[in-house]
């Protein structure tokens, strides 16, 4: 069977996959546009994508589909339209699991760097303006004993919320869609409430069900000396709103590892000195990233063989 690997991956995932397939390997790190996704539908029988390789309802309207499956690489598959891939006779599987407690790492991050204003205090040492400790040098927000929420609260957000309430001593309530029980001291409540929290961290799906979650009105419900975290996807948050709510001092700082426009970023954002920025850091360990890819194939694999696949969606 024909497989498509359509980014670069770590060469112990490729070896795997080559021993079952027969593999073409686009080892590019920028994902290709809508001719490069009908091409893959139409010129193989597997496709491993990720994130950025758009397979919209047009690509597969414009496509004569031979794909069978889109293994993809990632929890995350807002860039597939699952309908349309059902539609088309198409399953999409994802990787979960492999990526929950990387990406729990890089949220305690950006709360941390945050509310310690680690990014601007680099930065003013590399620049040579800092003159030497003194009381009130650069003070932030102390997270110890502070009130975390998070919004959705699957396993990405359960493992913030214990990271926060075990490591830091903070409360923690949480907004999700359907009732969690997470096994320790946690408690559900409304989106207000838990925009009201010190820290917030959103952490929910990406797809339309969620585009533009947190907006004006989510915004401001935060109060002027809180952190807002972004490590889901960019588009649940509207970028302008946030903005908006950044220059009104309706919170103190933001922390984002995923944007609206990826990766294209707000120059607005860039300017703000209490915003932190990294670029998709998420799962960014190769042991993290091996472990996805590995996934993939095992879905991939239990495809070519006729067995219920570990991880569909849609």
């Known amino acids: 069977m024909k497989l498509l690997i359509t980014r670069s991956m770590p060469e112990s995932v490729v070896a795997r996959a080559r021993a079952h397939f027969d593999v073409t ?9 809508p001719a490069d996704c009908i091409a893959a539908l139409e010129g193989y029988d597997a496709v491993l994508p990720t994130l950025g390789d758009r397979f919209t309802a047009e690509v597969f309207r414009g496509a004569k589909v031979r794909a069978k499956i889109l293994a993809n690489f990632g929890v995350g598959y807002n860039h597939i339209d699952t309908g349309a891939a059902k539609a088309a006779g198409v399953l999409v599987t994802n990787t979960p699991g492999a990526v929950t407690d990387a990406t729990a790492d890089v949220a305690l991050t950006l709360i941390l760097m945050t509310a310690r204003r680690a990014g601007e205090g680099e930065r003013l040492v590399r620049r040579g303006q800092w003159t030497g400790w003194h009381p009130t040098q650069m003070l932030g927000l102390h997270v110890t004993g502070k009130r975390l929420g998070v919004i959705g609260m699957g396993r990405i957000g359960q493992a913030i919320a214990r990271r926060c309430h075990f490591g830091f001593g903070m409360e923690v309530v949480f907004h999700n869609r359907s009732a969690v029980d997470p096994g320790f001291a946690a408690r559900q409540a409304s989106l207000a409430e838990v925009m009201a929290a010190d820290v917030v961290v959103v952490a929910v799906p990406g797809g339309p069900a969620t585009r533009h979650l947190i907006g004006a009105e989510a915004f401001s419900q935060m109060r002027p000396h809180a952190i807002f975290v972004n490590i889901a996807r960019g588009d649940v948050v509207d970028e302008a709103a946030l903005v908006a709510a950044l220059q009104a001092g309706q919170l103190a700082g933001a922390g984002l590892d995923v944007y609206e426009f990826e990766p294209q ?3 607005a954002l860039m300017a703000m000195e209490n915003v932190t920025l990294l670029p998709h850091l998420g799962t960014a360990a190769l042991e993290v990233r091996e472990a996805m890819g590995m ?5 991939l694999l239990a495809w070519a063989e006729g067995r219920p696949l570990p991880n569909p969606v849609g």
Do not use: Y
């Open 265 to 267: 970023i707000s120059p």
């Open 25 to 33: 390997w686009r080892n590019e790190i920028t994902p290709g546009g």
């Open 295 to 299: 996934m993939a194939v095992d879905n």
